[in-house]
Nanobody
Framework: QVQLVESGGGSVQPGGSLRLSCAAS??????????MGWYRQAPGNQRELVAR???????SYADSVKGRFTISRDNAKKMVSLQMNSLKPEDTAIYYC????????????WGQGTQITVSS
């Protein structure tokens, strides 16, 4: 059993910053074998990839967040974080943490989601 616990959600004005964190626990034997990422889903929209950090450390971002968001991971703590700067109203969504084995794709785990609201 694997659990992902997210923290750091909330409300912020446009231009503000927030940091999301996600801690993994349970039966993950080697976090180095897992890709980690953040997805989001706004009302009426499909869930979309925001940022991903691979087991080897490579990163990728949605075009809409490039230059504003930074993903990082702490393998010792089994954590992935997302620093979000220059937030825009269109960033409003539920953000989900994802941890997925790089080879065994059925080892695919999700957090419960945390709400981010950007509004003046």
């Amino acid at each position: 059993q694997v659990q992902l616990v997210e923290s750091g959600g909330g409300s912020v004005q446009p231009g503000g910053s927030l940091r999301l964190s996600c801690a993994a626990s349970g039966s993950i034997r080697n976090i180095y074998d897992y890709n980690m990422g953040w997805y989001r889903q706004a009302p009426g929209n499909q869930r979309e990839l925001v940022a991903r950090i691979m087991s080897g450390g490579g990163t990728s971002y949605a075009d809409s967040v490039k230059g504003r968001f930074t993903i990082s991971r702490d393998n010792a703590k089994k954590m992935v974080s997302l620093q979000m700067n220059s937030l825009k109203p269109e960033d409003t969504a539920i953000y989900y943490c994802s941890v997925r084995h790089r080879i065994i794709l059925s080892y695919d785990y999700w957090g419960q989601g945390t709400q981010i609201t950007v509004s003046s």
